[in-house]
């Protein structure tokens, strides 16, 4: 029996890979990088960090990992703090299960810097137990086993009554092979991993009103 859901931010609770998008390009725009059609469906499966590296390696870009990243957390600031909403629903069903006496936990990759006001704004901190992202777990990577026999030890609970809802295939992947149920979330910008998804997941969703 599932007692606890966890759930990715970006592209799972926050309508915010639009923005991700936007910002990626733009970067390379600045830059005068040409890219690909393909540069969406490629990038954003890294987050940002990772983004960083990939312009680095893929395209030259000259800046070191660290410039860019600090370049996309001032770009998204605003965007997070003012503008990004949460998915349809989301709010309704985390009301449902805590109301069932689960608990509903957020745990992503993006930092505190960005992501903390953007789920406050949306009414997102009222309702989940913590609004947890890698930094508060060394860094630990969502697509490695071990953040969430982590997760599972905080909440005092057994890796087989946790939930991961998430967009990205290979931290739901991770969070299967750690014991974990997997429910995959639709998103625009993920809609090619969904049959790989699907033939692992224990669920997979478009709407969390298919949960409530």
């Known amino acids: 029996m599932i007692k606890h859901y966890i759930f990715d931010s970006d592209g799972t609770l926050a309508d915010s890979m639009p923005y991700l998008g936007q910002a990626v390009k733009t970067y390379l ?12 469906e490629k990038t954003m499966p890294l987050r940002l960090y990772g983004i960083a590296k990939y312009f680095i390696e893929r395209y030259g870009a000259k800046a070191t990992a660290d410039e860019i ?12 703090d003012e503008k990004i909403p949460s ?24 930092p505190h810097s960005i992501i ?51 967009d990205n295939i290979e931290a739901l992947s991770a969070a299967k092979n750690a014991g974990f149920a997997a429910i995959g979330v639709y998103d625009e910008f993920s809609k090619n991993s969904e049959e790989k998804i699907r033939a692992f997941a224990d669920k997979y969703i ?3 009103a298919e949960l409530i």
């Not at 725009?29 to 969406?40: C, K, P």
């Not at 990243?69 to 997070?80: H, S």
């Not at 349809?88 to 990759?109: E, N, Q, V």
């Not at 630990?140 to 030890?153: C, D, M, P, S």
């Open 116 to 166: 903390d006001k953007c789920a406050e704004r949306n009414g997102l901190k009222a309702v989940l137990s913590h609004c947890w992202t890698v930094e508060d777990f060394g860094n630990l990577k969502k697509n490695g086993t071990q953040i969430y026999f982590e997760v599972a030890r905080r909440l005092g609970a057994n890796p087989e009554e946790c939930a991961l809802l998430d």
């Open 87 to 110: 998915k349809p629903h989301a709010l309704a069903f985390i009301a449902k299960f805590r109301s069932d006496g689960a608990t509903c936990d957020m745990l992503t990759a993006s």
């Open 69 to 80: 990243y600090e370049w996309f957390l001032k770009k998204l600031c605003p965007e997070y």
């Open 206 to 208: 478009y709407d969390f």
């Open 29 to 40: 725009d600045e830059q005068s990088i040409s890219y690909g059609d393909d540069l969406i």
